[in-house]
C-alpha cells in the first residue's frame, strides 16, 4: 500500500528545509566552534531553537484547538481504567528513561532532575490527553 500524503508531505518538508538550511549555512556562515556557525549576525543554535519552539507550541495550539472543537471522549468514557492505565504509563515511561540517561551519565539524581522529570512527565501528559481528545487516536487506531 503506497504512503497517504499525510505521512509523506512532513517528510519531504522537513528533508526539503533541512537541506536548504544546511546549504545556506555552510555557505554564508563564520564558524566559531564546531557546534555553531553565525550567519548575517544569527547564531544557528538560536535559530533552530527558535523554528523548534515555534514548531513545538504551534502544534500544542493546535492540538488544543483541534481536541476543544472535536472532545473525541468515547474511549475514555467507555474504558476509564484502560484509559487511566495508557495515560500512566505515557507519563511515566518516558520519564523513567530520561531518568536512566541522566542516571547513567551523571551516577546520581538530583533534586533539580527530579522537578524537571516532573515537568517531563507532565508534558507527556498534556500532550497524551490533547491527541485522544482531538481524535488524533481514533484516527491512528481505526
Known sequence: MIASIDIIA???VGAALG???????????TVSSSYDASMFGINSN?????ILLFVIVAGIA???????VIRDIEYPVLNPVKFTLETLLMTLLPSLAIMFIIFCRKNKI???????????????LALHLLLQFSGYYRYVFA
Open 110 to 124: 538530583t533534586n533539580k532532575d527530579n522537578l524537571q522529570l516532573g515537568i517531563i512527565g507532565l508534558k507527556f
Open 62 to 68: 493546535g492540538l488544543a484547538g483541534m481536541s476543544a
Open 46 to 50: 538560536s535559530l533552530l531553537n527558535g
Open 19 to 29: 537541506i536548504i538550511f544546511s546549504l545556506i549555512f555552510s555557505k554564508y556562515t
Open 10 to 12: 512532513p517528510i519531504v
